[in-house]
C-alpha cells in the first residue's frame, strides 16, 4: 500500500515539474511515507524523521513532507508540537496536502486533509513516475482506503480512517493508463480487498471488478490482496479460476492456530474455519498457492495454543507464511486491555520456530516444481540474472542475455530452494498452457 502511496506522491511531484534525485541533501522536497504496523516500523519512521532536521537546518527552504500512517487521519497535532520543522501532513494514500502547500493553496491543503479528497486531482489517469516509466513491470492499485474491521491488536483503522472503495471507473481508468505504459500485471490492493464494493450499492463485488478488468488489452495478470477468511466468497474464487488473467493465488491470513486465541483477537472465524476455507479454496482454484500471515506472542498465547499454529502450518502447507511478533499499539484493544504477557525471547522462540517449520514446507513445495514447465513473467535483471514469477508468485531467475522484461516466457526449472527457482528458458512449451486447460484436466 505505502509503495503504490510513494509512487503516486512522484507521479504527482512530477506532474508539477519536480524531478527525483537519489541525494537527499539535494531535494527541495522530501516525502517520508511511513508505517506503524509494529513498533518496529514506527522507531525507523522517527529515525529518518529525525535525520532530517540538520537537513532542514543547513537549508530551510527545503520542504519536509510526514505521510502515511504516523500522521493518521487526526493526529497532526501531537506530531507539529514535537517536529515543528514538518512543512506538511499528509494522511495516508493522500498527496493532496502536500501538493496544494507546493501550490500555495494553504487553505486548501487543510480542507484536503480534513476531507481526504485523495487523488481526486489526478482523475485516474496515472503517469508513472520517469524513473519508472517503460520499466515497471507489475503495478498496485489501491482499490478499497482504510479498513473498519477493527482486530484488536490492529493500528491500521485508526490511521487508514474507514473503509471507502473507490468508483470502479477510476480503477478501470488507472489500469488502462498503466498498461498503455508498459505495466504487464496489476495488483489490487485492500485491507479486505474482498470486502471491495461493499460499501457501495452502485459498485460491482471485487469478483465483477476482476471481470472488467480482465477485458483490458495487453495485460497480462491481476492479482488482489489481502482476502480476509470471512468476506472471500465462492462468487469470488469460482471468478479467479475461471478468469485467465487472474493468478492462481491468495493472500489471506490466519494470524493464529487456536479459536481462542482468533477470538481475542476478533477475527471472526475459528480455527477449524481456516482449515475448511484453505480445503475450499484448494477444490475451487487449481493448482493455487496461498500465502498466510502470523502473529505470535499474542496477549495471553499459551504454549499449547502457540502449537495449534503450528499444527495449521504443518497441516496445511501453505505456500507463504508472513510472520510477525505481537507488538501492542498504542490505542488498540488489545494494548488497553490485555497485558502483553508473552516475553520478547519467548516470542522469538516462537517465530524462529514457525520460520524453520515453514522453511522446509517451502522447499518441498519447490522442489515440487523441479523438471516442470512453467510461465514467468519477468520483471528485470538483477545481478546478471532476469528475475520473474511464476502464475502461483514463485520467485524465478534466468540467466538470459534477450531482453525479457514485461514478457511472459515458459521456463523450465532446473534447480529449486525455499525461497527461489532456477530455470532456463523455452524448451518444451508449458505442458498446461492455460489455466482453462488445467482446470479440464483436474
Ligand atoms: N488488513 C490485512 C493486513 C494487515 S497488516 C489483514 O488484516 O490481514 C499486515 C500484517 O501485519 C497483519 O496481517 C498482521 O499479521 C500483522 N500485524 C498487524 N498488527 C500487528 C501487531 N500489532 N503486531 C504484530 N503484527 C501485526
Redesign the pocket.
Known amino acids: 500500500m505505502n509503495v503504490a502511496d510513494s509512487q503516486r506522491v512522484s507521479s504527482a511531484l512530477e506532474r508539477l515539474g519536480y524531478e527525483s534525485t537519489r541525494v537527499v541533501e539535494e531535494a527541495d522536497v522530501i516525502v517520508l511515507n511511513t508505517c506503524v504496523?509494529?513498533q518496529s516500523a514506527e522507531d525507523k519512521a522517527y529515525g529518518r524523521l529525525t535525520s532530517l532536521q540538520p537537513i532542514k537546518k543547513n537549508r530551510p527552504g527545503t520542504v519536509i513532507n510526514l505521510m502515511g500512517c504516523l500522521v493518521g487521519v487526526k493526529n497532526t497535532e501531537v506530531l507539529q508540537k514535537r517536529f515543528p520543522y514538518v512543512d506538511v501532513f499528509s494522511p495516508p494514500s493522500d498527496p493532496a496536502p502536500l501538493i496544494h502547500f507546493l501550490t500555495q493553496e494553504e487553505t486548501r491543503a487543510e480542507e484536503a486533509l480534513r476531507t481526504g479528497e485523495r487523488f481526486a486531482f489526478m482523475d485516474g489517469d496515472l503517469p508513472l513516475p520517469v524513473h519508472e516509466r517503460g520499466k515497471l513491470v507489475s503495478a498496485f492499485i489501491p482499490v478499497v482506503y482504510g479498513?473498519s474491521?477493527a482486530?484488536t491488536?490492529?493500528?491500521?483503522p485508526y490511521r487508514r480512517g474507514v473503509e471507502q472503495s473507490r468508483p470502479p471507473e477510476e480503477i478501470l481508468r488507472e489500469a488502462g493508463s498503466l498498461v498503455a505504459q508498459g505495466v504487464k500485471e496489476i495488483t489490487l490492493l485492500g485491507?479486505?480487498v474482498d470486502r471491495y464494493g461493499v460499501d457501495n450499492p452502485d459498485f460491482p463485488t471485487l469478483a465483477g471488478l476482476l471481470r472488467r478488468l480482465n477485458e483490458i488489452d495487453g495485460l497480462e495478470r491481476i492479482r488482489f490482496l489481502?482476502s480476509?477468511p470471512n468476506w472471500i466468497t465462492d462468487e469470488l474464487l469460482e471468478t479467479a479460476a475461471e478468469l485467465p488473467k487472474v493468478m492462481p493465488h491468495i493472500e489471506v491470513?490466519s494470524?493464529a492456530g487456536d479459536s481462542e486465541v482468533l477470538a481475542n483477537m476478533r477475527r471472526g472465524y475459528t480455527n477449524e474455519d481456516y482449515y475448511r476455507l484453505v480445503e475450499c479454496i484448494r477444490s475451487k482454484i487449481a493448482g493455487v498457492s496461498i500465502a498466510t500471515?502470523?502473529?505470535v506472542g499474542f496477549p495471553g498465547e499459551s504454549e499449547a495454543q502457540f502449537m495449534g499454529t503450528y499444527h495449521q502450518l504443518q497441516d496445511l502447507r501453505l505456500d507463504v507464511v508472513?510472520l510477525?511478533?505481537?507488538?501492542?499499539?498504542t490505542g488498540?484493544v488489545s494494548e488497553r486491555r490485555m497485558p502483553d504477557d508473552v516475553p520478547e525471547h519467548e516470542k522469538w522462540r516462537r517465530f524462529r520456530l514457525l520460520e524453520e517449520l515453514q522453511e522446509g514446507i517451502a522447499a518441498e513445495i519447490s522442489a515440487g516444481y523441479l523438471g516442470r514447465t512453467v510461465r514467468v513473467l519477468f520483471e528485470e535483471k538483477r545481478k546478471g540474472r532476469w528475475q520473474g514469477r511464476t502464475e502461483t508468485n514463485k520467485l524465478v531467475f534466468v540467466e538470459s542475455d534477450v531482453n525479457l522484461r514485461g514478457q511472459v516466457r515458459p521456463v523450465k526449472i532446473s534447480w529449486t530452494g525455499p525461497w527461489s527457482m532456477l530455470g532456463s528458458i523455452g524448451g518444451a512449451p508449458p505442458l498446461l498452457p492455460n489455466r482453462e486447460e488445467q482446470l479440464v484436466l483436474s
Open positions: 504496523v509494529r479498513c474491521h482486530c491488536y490492529c493500528i491500521i485491507q479486505i489481502t480476509h491470513p494470524q500471515d502470523i502473529i508472513h510477525a511478533r505481537y507488538s501492542p499499539r488498540t
